[in-house]
C-alpha cells in the first residue's frame, strides 16, 4: 500500500526483455537507503517487487500485464519515473491510500497555466467513469491528485509548484500516456453494492448522497 507523495525521481538505467519478462533497473538514491530484496516500490504508480539492489541503481521485474495494462514497458533509459516506497502504519498519510495496481491509461489531452501552477486535462477510460468526480481522489503516474472537474470522458487536476518540481507531471506534454488508479475506498464500495444485487453500482456521486 502507498499513498501517493513521490518521495524521489529516478531515473531508468536500462529496460531489457528477457521472453515475456521485462528487467527494469533504475537509479535512485533517497529510496534505496532501507530497501531490502523482496520489498514493494512504487514505479509510476505501479507496485514492483525488488529483485536485487546494486550501489547505484535497484532492479526490478515486470511480467506481461504489467506490461498490457500500465505504461511501464515504453520506459527508456534516461526517462525519469516517480518513486514511492510502501507505506509503514506508522507513518503519516499524506495523500491517500493507493495500491499500486493500475486501474487503466490516460492520455494528455491538454495543458495550461505556466509558472507555479498547471492544469493537466486527461482523457478517462469509459469503464472508470463512475470513480472520478470533482474532489475525488485518483492517482496519476502514483501521484495522489484531487479532481477539478469531470466529464465522463475526461478529468482536470490542478499542479501546484511542488507537485511540478518533485514529479514527472511538469515533463507531461499532450498526447502522453499516464497510468490511472481510481480511489480504492470508491471501488471497494462499488463492489459491495454489486454483490448486494444492486446492478447500477455506486458512483462517488451518489455516495455522497448516502453520506460518506
Known amino acids: 500500500m502507498f499513498t501517493g507523495i513521490i518521495e524521489e525521481l529516478g531515473t531508468v538505467a536500462s529496460l531489457r526483455r528477457e521472453g515475456n519478462v521485462a528487467r527494469l533497473a533504475v537509479r535512485a538514491e533517497a529510496v534505496r537507503g532501507d530497501l531490502r530484496i523482496g520489498d514493494s516500490l512504487a514505479v509510476n504508480g505501479v507496485c514492483l517487487t525488488v529483485e536485487r539492489i546494486e550501489p547505484a541503481q535497484l532492479w ?5 500485464e504489467t506490461l498490457r495494462r500500465t505504461t511501464l514497458g515504453t520506459l ?4 525519469q519515473v516517480n518513486l514511492e516506497r510502501a507505506l509503514r502504519l506508522d507513518s503519516r498519510l499524506g495523500g491517500h491510500l ?3 495496481h493500475v486501474d487503466g491509461i490516460g492520455a494528455v489531452q491538454a495543458v495550461s497555466g505556466v509558472g507555479e ?9 469509459t469503464d472508470l467513469a463512475r470513480f472520478v468526480a470533482p474532489k ?4 496519476v503516474d502514483g501521484i495522489s491528485l ?4 469531470a466529464d465522463g470522458t475526461s478529468f482536470s487536476v490542478s499542479l501546484i509548484r511542488h507537485t511540478l518540481t518533485a514529479t514527472t507531471l511538469n515533463l507531461r506534454i499532450v498526447g502522453d500516456p499516464v497510468n490511472l488508479e481510481v480511489d480504492l475506498i470508491v471501488r471497494y464500495l462499488d463492489r459491495l453494492v454489486h ?3 444492486q446492478s447500477e453500482g455506486l458512483s462517488l456521486e451518489r455516495m455522497r448522497e448516502l453520506g460518506f
Do not use: F, K, N, Y
Open 195 to 197: 454483490s448486494s444485487g
Open 136 to 139: 475525488g481522489s485518483i492517482a
Open 117 to 125: 501552477e498547471r492544469v493537466l486535462t486527461i482523457s478517462l477510460p
Open 76 to 79: 527508456h533509459p534516461g526517462a
Open 98 to 100: 493507493v495500491a499500486g
Open 60 to 64: 526490478l521485474s515486470m511480467m506481461p
Open 146 to 149: 484531487t479532481v477539478v472537474e
